[in-house]
């Protein structure tokens, strides 16, 4: 499985990790957009609106994973995000997937299985998008009275 097509947005705090994660999803034709905080990260997605998933850290100085969690859920409700965490507790993991989370994952995972949860994420999110353009289109067609 390669993440051809594959728009990843990776937002943690921990400078060498986003560089060596960045390096193992590339070389697998994954494109990967870099954060280091929420803000940066919201700031990013809203410049980026074609991001398929969204790997964030749970842990980070300033606004936190969860918090960062509920704001890209609020602007880009379809955007599929995948929480990483070398601190995994049970009511982040809750809390994360009660907002809207897609997987939890624990720091360092394999990348192999990473992959395959983006790519399940994203064809979870191209599955909502082919959704809401097919209602857009029968909402047209009936607003024209076919």
Do not use: W
Not at 79 to 108: C, F, N, Q, R
Not at 115 to 135: G, Y
Request: include cysteine; aromatic fraction near 2%.
């Amino acid at each position: 499985m390669d993440g051809i097509n594959t728009k990843v947005l990776l937002i943690d705090d921990e400078e060498g990790f986003v560089s060596a994660l960045e390096k193992r999803l590339s070389i697998r034709d994954v494109d990967v957009l870099t954060a280091f905080d929420g803000k940066q990260g919201l700031a990013a997605l809203d410049g980026a609106p074609d991001v398929d998933v969204v790997l964030l850290d749970v842990k980070m100085p300033g606004m936190d994973g969860i918090a960062t969690l509920r704001e890209i859920k609020k602007a880009h409700p379809i955007v599929e995000v995948i929480m990483l965490t070398g601190h995994a507790t049970v009511e982040s993991a809750i809390e994360g997937m009660k907002l809207g989370a897609y997987d939890y994952l624990m720091k360092p995972c394999d990348v192999e299985d990473l992959l395959k949860k983006v790519n399940e994420a994203k064809t979870k999110k191209r599955a909502h998008q082919e959704k809401i353009l097919e209602a857009v289109g029968i909402e047209l067609r009936r607003k024209r009275g076919r």
